[in-house]
């Protein structure tokens, strides 16, 4: 099994009480909220937790991208990946940009080319995750949601031809059409980085990420564990329709993670940042979370069923652990939960969010310490003998 640091990059000094006044912490929730310097520091804290988790020995370190939110500070992932590129030069340690939201940039090819610049710049580490964004940024960018699977869908093979494909050539598509596709620089890895899709469990993108001319890796982000392995379970009966079996490579689970030395201590630590998270920072009131047009019916059922609770209603430290929201524990009980759902999922590719909600830098590099000596060693033989 392979082990990834993930990080939102959340404003974690936000004014709760004053900030409880408004609807969400997306889109309409002022920009007055925040304060540069504290902002400031809070990037160098974020940039040197990632290093630290490099230097500790995860496979990878991750980030994101979300816009016009208190949830996470990386409207500009790149930005973030070309610092860490540099602070872990001469390692293999992969630098996975897991939140590109294709549909809501008006030219894909300047995607294309920064990923073939950090690729370069990487020596060939770079994993590119590509999504739709989450319904609220359709509302910042102004982008019609009703066009976001079609946009997503012609974006990914607009960037996928010019980093395979040798260049000039041209693109025409009902979104994007472009005279000259002539990437410079072209990507090291070949025939082109790694693509991961996070998700949240739609049946299209599990059917689409699954084709045999993709076998994506199919990150499932903030579910219960029962939703989870329900969506890798489907992404297997994808894969035989298909007429192949899915490795467990193709499979991955993304969650918050706190190991302290007992369970009664990680609670005592993390009890009051999770919630933060999910009642503060996650609370998406749904006309916000899916405009019309953003997912079909069937998926936004499936999702409502499976994420009951999530953006919508409070919930505790107690119902986030019994749902299997959140790992948290001794180093046993973490690894006993990990090994568990593997047992069942097959799955390869842990990403773990090391800081959520307003975990502090000390808590954060503890949790991150622990994770790399105590966890991450028993686990990494799962699943090494799967096909």
């Known amino acids: 099994m392979k082990f990834f640091a993930f990080h939102l990059m959340p404003y974690r000094h936000l004014d709760f009480d004053a900030a409880s006044k408004f609807r969400s912490y997306w889109i309409e929730f002022p920009n007055t909220f925040f304060d540069p310097k504290l902002g400031s520091d809070l990037y160098r804290e974020y940039v040197e937790q990632l290093v630290f988790a490099a230097e500790r020995g995860f496979d990878g370190v991750c980030v994101n991208e979300h816009h016009q939110t208190a949830y996470g500070m990386m409207p500009a992932p790149n930005l973030i990946a070309s610092i860490l590129i540099d602070r872990t030069r001469d390692t293999d340690v992969r630098i996975a940009i897991l939140g590109r939201a294709l549909p809501l940039v008006n030219n894909p090819l300047n995607i294309a080319e920064e990923y073939a610049m950090l690729d370069s710049l990487s020596g060939g580490r770079i994993i590119a995750g590509f999504v739709r964004g989450i319904g609220c940024e359709y509302h910042s960018t102004g982008v019609n949601p009703g066009f976001s699977h079609e946009r997503f869908n012609e974006a990914h093979d607009l960037i996928v031809r010019a980093w395979t494909e040798p260049g000039p050539f041209t693109f025409e598509g009902n979104h994007y059409t472009f005279n000259y596709v002539n990437t410079w620089p072209r990507v090291v890895q070949r025939p082109r980085p790694p693509i991961w899709i996070p998700s949240q469990g739609s049946g299209e993108t599990i059917a689409w990420a699954a084709d045999p001319a993709r076998k994506y890796p199919f990150i499932i982000t903030f579910s219960p564990l029962e939703s989870v392995l329900r ?103 973490v690894r006993e939960k990990i090994e568990a759902a593997h047992a069942r999922s097959g799955f390869r590719n842990m990403v773990c969010m090391v800081q959520f909600g307003t975990l502090p830098d000390d808590l954060v590099r503890k949790n991150i310490q622990m994770l790399s000596e105590e966890v991450m060693p028993k686990l990494r033989p799962l699943g090494e003998t799967a096909h």
């Open 231 to 333: 969506y890798h379970a489907s992404y297997r009966e994808q894969g035989e329709r298909y007429g192949y079996e899915v490795s467990g490579d193709q499979l991955g689970w993304a969650a918050p993670i706190y190991v302290a030395e007992t369970d009664e201590i990680a609670r005592r630590e993390s009890e009051e940042h999770v919630e933060k998270l999910f009642n503060e920072f996650l609370h998406i009131p749904p006309e916000l979370l899916f405009p019309p047009g953003y997912t079909s019916i069937n998926s936004l059922k499936a999702i409502m069923k499976a994420r009951r609770g999530m953006a919508f209603d409070r919930q505790t430290f107690d119902q986030l652990v019994e749902k299997g929201t959140f790992i948290v524990g001794s180093p046993n009980t």
